[in-house]
């Protein structure tokens, strides 16, 4: 299995000063299914930024692939992408390809096939001439995928993608991105504040606490001894129905 | 109101249409993005540092200093100065004023607003000090603040045209390229694209549009034409391609009122009364916008 990312020992976050994240030892092989994990101010985002190329690590290496430069299909935070502007879903998703089509010229009809197909794979090809700024939260979080699709990428990214969603929604996006995995065989990196979230669709998992990353397989990772120890605190890991359950507990003395 | 039209067909008039309408149509264009960005008190802001620029070239200590310079250009009489040095000097404040502005990290610890306000606010306050050194300093200051359309020369009006034409043309090229980093430039530069470079480019066509324009129509004008026409637009319609179109039509269609009834009997002075069309065609959308919601309900 080639590497698509790996990470040797880097110290990671913005000059000598402040490190958030220490040692980081992390391998991202071609068709991986990664759950990163981490509480809120942990470095989820330092993490995602230097995995994007989008920031340098202090020290140590990060490498991107051997061959030419990573396509990124990277969905970020739904609240961050601005709903003032009025453009409709489908040019959303054209600007998936707008690297590709190249300065000055305007997408063709090829790309406008692709950006199509995308939308139809995350079921909202009927909401092509919609508003974007007219659609559900859900349905805001599916352009944002097609988008990322419509890039044919390497690695797609999805940062916090049920972020204030209804539990139906949840289900349906964790489902969407198990799907895309499993049928493209894309290479899929979903970052959570919430373990839960990832317990059922990454292979491996990554959880970021202390300052250190924490990776390994989820049938490792996910055990009741392992999370209680790393969280400090009760927590119990059950299976229901063939589905990963998290418990928490009492905080350990 | 004949007599108005009677008007428009004299020289100076059309010249002061010409004008304003190529004011009207560039900043309607990019005020849809400086709405959309929200970044319209950069606009203001842009506007009052170049009008600053433009102002030092009438203070004595500066003036002692460019006039010698400006001979050498060609500008030997005090009217070609004062037609061209402003103007140069606007265009230098303007691009101190982008580079700063466009900085990404600008407002990471004080609220970006904040520092855009004292921007303004600091343009407005010294702009005033420098012309009041200057004999005909209040002259100047209200040109400055209104502009003066009506003394437009031919000299601005092609100024305009070709500054006008690069930005318009910098504007189709890159659109896409613009839309992306303004709407999403994180995604925009995990797909390769240097975001603050696009951004830099952008502010850049705004400042060289708001710099040759204050000259023409003053800054409040400028100002205007950068919200009123945009927000109408916005207001009405939901897909980016016809609010830009909305947008430069009603600029348009606010300036020709005004310069119709400025000129008319009633003798207003032109770009306040520009400014009021502008209001009148919001509040017009608005009103229509409100009775169209409550036939649907």
């Not at chain 2, 140069?88 to 004080?110: D, I, N, Y």
């Not at chain 2, 119709?260 to 520009?274: D, E, F, K, Q, Y």
Request: with cysteine.
């Amino acid at each position: 299995m080639s590497a698509l990312i790996e990470f040797q020992n880097a110290q990671l976050g913005y000059g000598w000063r402040s490190i958030i994240l220490h040692d980081v030892n992390l391998t991202i092989n071609r068709g991986d299914f990664l759950g990163i994990v981490g509480p809120n101010g942990s470095g989820k985002t330092t993490l995602l930024k230097t995995l994007l190329a989008l920031l340098k690590p202090v020290s140590g290496t990060v490498r991107f692939g051997d061959g030419p430069p990573l396509r990124y299909g990277y969905v970020p935070q739904r609240d961050t992408v601005d709903t003032l502007f009025p453009i409709p879903v489908e040019e959303i998703v054209l600007m998936g390809r707008y690297k590709r089509v190249g300065l000055i010229k305007r997408p063709a009809k090829a790309d406008r096939e692709i950006a199509l197909r995308s939308m139809e794979q995350v079921g909202i090809g009927h909401l092509a001439r919609a508003s974007y700024r007219d659609l559900s939260g859900g349905q805001k979080q599916r352009a944002l995928i097609a988008r990322a699709l419509a890039t044919e990428p390497d690695v797609l990214v999805l940062d916090e993608p049920t972020n204030g969603m209804d539990l139906v929604s949840e289900h349906a996006l964790i489902e969407l991105a198990s799907t895309l995995h499993e049928k493209n065989r894309l290479t899929v990196i979903l970052v959570s504040h919430l373990l839960a979230n990832v317990a059922n669709c990454a292979q491996r998992i990554a959880i970021i606490a202390n300052g250190a990353l924490d990776v390994g397989p989820r049938e490792e990772l996910l055990t009741t001894e392992h999370l209680s120890r790393l969280y400090a605190m009760e927590v119990k890991v059950m299976d229901i129905d063939g589905r990963c359950a998290i418990i928490t507990g009492s905080k350990h003395p | 109101m004949n007599q108005a039209f009677s008007l428009l067909h004299q020289g100076f008039v059309q010249d002061a249409l010409k004008a304003a309408l190529l004011v009207a149509v560039l900043s309607s264009f990019l005020g849809v993005f400086v709405v959309l960005k929200r970044i319209v008190f950069v606009g203001a802001a842009l506007a009052e540092v170049s009008a600053l620029g433009a102002a030092l070239a009438f203070f004595p200590p500066v003036a002692g200093f460019l006039l010698p310079l400006a001979a050498r250009f060609g500008a030997t009489t005090p009217e070609a100065y004062e037609h061209s040095v402003p103007i140069v000097m606007a265009f230098l404040f303007m691009l101190l004023a982008v580079a700063f502005f466009s900085q990404q990290g600008l407002g990471r610890h004080l609220p970006r607003e904040a520092i855009i306000g004292g921007a303004f606010a600091g343009a407005s306050g010294l702009t005033a000090l420098v012309l009041s050194t200057n004999a005909s300093g209040s002259e100047h200051a209200a040109d400055a603040l209104n502009g003066n359309i009506l003394g437009v020369l031919p000299l601005d009006i092609t100024l305009l045209a070709i500054a006008g034409a690069v930005v318009a043309v910098v504007q189709i090229l890159f659109f896409k390229e613009f839309v992306l980093v303004s709407f999403d430039p994180e995604v925009a530069r995990t797909l390769g694209y240097r975001s603050s470079r696009w951004e830099l480019l952008w502010y850049l066509t705004l400042g060289v549009m708001i710099a040759i324009s204050i000259h023409v129509a003053g800054t409040v004008l400028v100002f205007a034409y950068l919200v009123l026409p945009p927000v109408t637009a916005l207001m009405i319609s939901r897909r980016m391609s016809m609010v830009l179109l909305l947008s430069v039509l009603f600029g348009a269609i606010a300036t020709f009122a005004g310069v119709l009834i400025s000129v008319s009997p009633a003798n207003l002075p032109m770009s306040p009364t520009i400014v009021a069309c502008s209001v009148a065609i919001l509040l017009l959308a608005w009103a229509a916008k409100s009775v169209a919601g409550l036939r649907k309900a």
